[in-house]
C-alpha cells in the first residue's frame, strides 16, 4: 500500500506542476465564460439597424410599416425602374417591391440590393409583409386583433412525482440538462484521463525509467498508482473548473448588467414596479417569464445530493474501468502510432454510450435505458442520464455493483498484461499475442 501512495504522489505532483495543466485549469473556464459572454456584448451592443426602401403599388402598406429596432422604412413615391436607378446613391441596405396584387400573390414580393442580403434582413422584411397581409385578410373577414388574441393559448403544464413521500414538483427539462451535462462530463473525463495514463505509460516504457521504477516497485502497484494519481488529478481540475467558471460567469453578468441599455433597464423597471402591484396569479407571466425563478425551482425539484454523490460514483467508476485498459494499451506498445488498433475496441463503447444516451433522454425506463445503464462498458453515461428523472434504488445499487465487478475484473485483465507488456519492447503486438499473456506465469 504504501508503494502504491508513492506512486499516486508522484503521478500527482508531476501532472499538477505542468505548465500545460495550470494553462489549460485557467484558460478553459476564461475561454468558456469569455465566448458566451463576448456573445451576449454583441447582441446588447451592436443593434445595426438596416434602412429599407420601398415601393408599395397596391397602396396597402404606405402607413402601416412601423419602424423598428432592427427596420427603418423609406417610402419612395416612383415607380420601380426609377427606384433602382437611384438606389445606389440612396445608401439604402435593401429595396423592396411590392406589386399592386401583393395579396392574392404573396409570392411576387421583390427585395433589391446592392449584394445578397443577410437571411436575417430578408426575414425581417417577409416577416413585417406577412403581418400586414394577415392583418388586412382578418380584417376583411371580420375578425379583430382583440378577438385574435383572446383566441391565443398558451399551455404550460406543471409536472408532479407521485410517491410514497408524497407528491413533488419536478421538471423534465431541468432532468433532461443536468443528465445530459453530467453525462458529457464523464464521457469526456473518461477520454482525456484515460488517454493520459496511456501516454504516460507508454512514455515511460520508451524511456526505459520503468525499468528502474519496476526494480522497486510490483507491476500491479505502478499500475494502481498511476490510474488513481491521474484520477485525482482531473478531480482537481474539474473542482477549479467549476470554481473558476462560477467566479467568472458571476463577473461578466455583473458587467453586462453594467452595461445594459438605458431603456433595457428602465423597462425592467417599470415591469418590476407593475408586478409589486399586482396579485402573484395575476402577474404577467408569473412563474414563467421570470427565468432566474424558473431555473431555480427546476434545480431544487430534483435531488441534488443523489445526483452529485452518484456523479463522483460513475465519474470514478467509469474512469478507473476504462483507464485499466488504456494503461494496458500503452503496456502493450512501444510508441503511440502502435496504439491504435488496440484503442478501437475501447473507444467503440464509449462512443456508443453518448449516442445511446440521446435515445435514453427521449425514454429512460425503456428497455434500452435499463440494459444499457447496468453494462459496465456503458452503465457510467447511461445511468447518469436516467438518475435526474427518477431510478429506482435496486437499479441503481445492481447498476453500482456490476461496475464495482467490472472495474475489478479489468484491472486484473490490464495488469496481467501490464507485467509482461512494460518491460516488452521490439515486438509487435497482436491481439493472439495480448491473450497469451494473461496466463504467462511471471
Known amino acids: 500500500m504504501r508503494n502504491i501512495l508513492l506512486v499516486i504522489k508522484r503521478e500527482y505532483m508531476v ?8 494553462i489549460m485549469t485557467i484558460l478553459a473556464p476564461v475561454l468558456f465564460v469569455g465566448g458566451y459572454a463576448l456573445v451576449i456584448w454583441m447582441a446588447i451592443s451592436s443593434v445595426d439597424s438596416k434602412l429599407v426602401q420601398v415601393v408599395d403599388e397596391s397602396g396597402l402598406f404606405t402607413n402601416e410599416f412601423k419602424d423598428s429596432e432592427s427596420l427603418k422604412f423609406s417610402f419612395v413615391n416612383s415607380s420601380i425602374d426609377s ?15 411590392i406589386p399592386k396584387n401583393v395579396i392574392n400573390s404573396p409570392k411576387s414580393v421583390r427585395i433589391y440590393a446592392p449584394k445578397n442580403v443577410s437571411m436575417e434582413l430578408k426575414s425581417d422584411i417577409e416577416k413585417v409583409i406577412e403581418k400586414q397581409i394577415e392583418n388586412i385578410k382578418l380584417s376583411e373577414a371580420g375578425i379583430t386583433h382583440k378577438i385574435l388574441e383572446d383566441s391565443r393559448v398558451n399551455v404550460s403544464s406543471e409536472t408532479i412525482s407521485l410517491s410514497e413521500e408524497g407528491e413533488k414538483t419536478s421538471s423534465s427539462g431541468a432532468a433532461t440538462i443536468i443528465g445530459g451535462i453530467c453525462a458529457f462530463l464523464i464521457y469526456m473525463s473518461v477520454f482525456i484521463y484515460g488517454t493520459q495514463v496511456m501516454r504516460g505509460v507508454t512514455e515511460e516504457k520508451t524511456s ?51 452595461k445594459m441599455p438605458k431603456d433595457s433597464q428602465q423597462i425592467q423597471q417599470e415591469m418590476g414596479k407593475m ?38 460514483f460513475y465519474y470514478l467508476g467509469g474512469y478507473l474501468f476504462y483507464s485499466a485498459l488504456f494503461g494496458a494499451v500503452g503496456a502493450a506498445v512501444d510508441n503511440d502510432a502502435d496504439t491504435q488498433q488496440f484503442m478501437l ?69 490490464a495488469s496481467r498484461i501490464y507485467r509482461v507488456g512494460i518491460l516488452m519492447y521490439g515486438k509487435k503486438v497482436t491481439y493472439k499475442e495480448l491473450a497469451k499473456w494473461i496466463f504467462y506465469k511471471v
Not at 501532472?15 to 495550470?22: E, G, Q
Not at 507491476?219 to 482531473?234: D, H, R, S, T
Not at 428497455?367 to 462498458?377: D, E, G, K, Q, V
Not at 435526474?388 to 437499479?395: D, E, K, R, S, T
Open 208 to 258: 526505459r525509467i520503468v525499468e528502474v521504477i519496476i526494480s522497486s516497485v510490483k507491476p500491479y502497484q505502478l499500475m494502481m498508482g498511476k490510474i488513481i494519481g491521474v484520477a485525482l488529478v482531473g478531480l482537481t481540475q474539474f473542482v477549479l473548473w467549476i470554481f473558476l467558471t462560477v467566479s467568472l460567469t458571476s463577473a461578466a453578468s455583473a458587467v453586462l448588467s453594467s
Open 345 to 413: 475496441p475501447i473507444t467503440l463503447p464509449i462512443i456508443f454510450s453518448f449516442i445511446f444516451a440521446q435515445l435514453v433522454l427521449r425514454d429512460p425506463d425503456g428497455n434500452l435505458a435499463f440494459w444499457t445503464s447496468m453494462i459496465p462498458f456503458t452503465s457510467p453515461i447511461i445511468m447518469m442520464v436516467r438518475i435526474p428523472f427518477g431510478v429506482p434504488a435496486w437499479q441503481i445499487a445492481l447498476s453500482m455493483t456490476l461496475l464495482v465487478l467490472g472495474f475489478m475484473g479489468t484491472i486484473w485483465l
Open 275 to 312: 408586478q409589486k402591484g399586482m396579485p402573484a396569479s395575476n402577474m404577467p407571466g408569473a412563474g414563467v417569464d421570470n427565468p432566474v425563478a424558473e431555473v431555480l425551482g427546476a434545480v431544487n425539484s430534483l435531488n441534488i445530493p443523489l445526483i452529485i454523490s452518484c456523479f463522483l
Open 15 to 22: 501532472r499538477v506542476k505542468k505548465k500545460s495543466f495550470l
Open 83 to 97: 427606384a433602382k436607378a437611384h438606389f445606389t446613391d440612396s445608401h439604402a441596405n435593401a429595396l423592396v417591391y
